[in-house]
């Protein structure tokens, strides 16, 4: 863990060093894939259980026009089982990751503003919750591969009952390659996990 942190701390550092924007510096709905049978193998580092691998897999999808809802299932390598389902909604002017389980998000649902920029901040699910585009690194080594360019994104959601910081890797006709998620609710067990991209197919 302190290896990943180190990590991120270095990505954030070295793509806000670079300020000037340009249009291909803007992220918007093309680069984000999403099509049935499109599916994500992660790395699942947990503190409160063995490193796991988990896989993302899209569906179904449903909608007309420019607004389309695609199902996606998480199956947990070590229960050999589903087991959550949810939902990403993405239209010309955002993505929605929502999980149906009301207790436990493997990924913490989250909304991304279409298109952005970096150093662009808006509000996220949640109220109280912020998400800002830190910044965009030419390159990034997960898992011993290197994805580029990629956009590195923090959230912050804070409540009297409900606390999640985290920290997001998109990278452009790819997806969610790096996740930190910290999420604290009440008084339930904190969830602290990273995942990291092991490997992806796209239709």
């Given at each position: 863990m302190i290896r990943i942190a180190i990590l991120l701390l270095f990505i954030l550092?070295?793509?806000?060093?670079?300020?000037?924007?340009?249009?291909?510096?803007?992220?918007?709905?093309?680069d984000?894939?999403?099509?049935?049978?499109?599916?994500?193998?992660?790395?699942?580092?947990?503190?409160?259980?063995?490193?796991?691998?988990?896989?993302?897999?899209v569906i179904a999808s449903s909608g007309n026009g420019s607004t389309k809802d695609y199902?996606?299932?998480?199956?947990?390598?070590?229960?050999h089982r589903t087991v959550d389902t949810g939902h990403f909604i993405i239209s010309d002017t955002g993505l929605s990751?929502?999980?149906?389980?009301?207790?436990?998000?493997?990924?913490?649902?989250?909304?991304?503003?279409?298109?952005?920029?970096?150093?662009?901040?808006?509000?996220g699910s949640l109220p109280h919750d912020t998400i800002t585009a830190v910044g965009r690194a030419a390159v990034v080594k997960i898992m011993g591969k290197d994805y580029g360019p990629v956009y590195t994104?923090?959230?912050?959601?804070?409540?009297?009952?409900?606390?999640?910081?985290s920290g997001i890797?998109?990278?452009?006709?790819?997806?969610?390659?790096?996740?930190?998620?910290s999420i604290e609710i009440d008084t339930a067990v904190p969830q602290k996990q990273t995942f990291l991209l092991i490997d992806y197919n796209l239709n």
């Open positions: 550092s070295l793509a806000s060093c670079h300020k000037s924007t340009t249009p291909t510096d803007t992220f918007s709905r093309n984000f894939p999403m099509a049935v049978g499109d599916w994500w193998r992660y790395q699942v580092i947990d503190v409160n259980a063995p490193t796991d691998t988990l896989l993302m897999t199902t996606y299932t998480i199956y947990k390598n070590a229960y990751y929502n999980t149906t389980n009301p207790y436990y998000s493997y990924f913490g649902s989250f909304n991304l503003k279409l298109p952005f920029q970096k150093e662009q901040q808006w509000v994104l923090n959230r912050k959601a804070i409540s009297s009952h409900y606390r999640n910081l890797f998109v990278a452009p006709h790819i997806g969610i390659i790096y996740q930190d998620v």
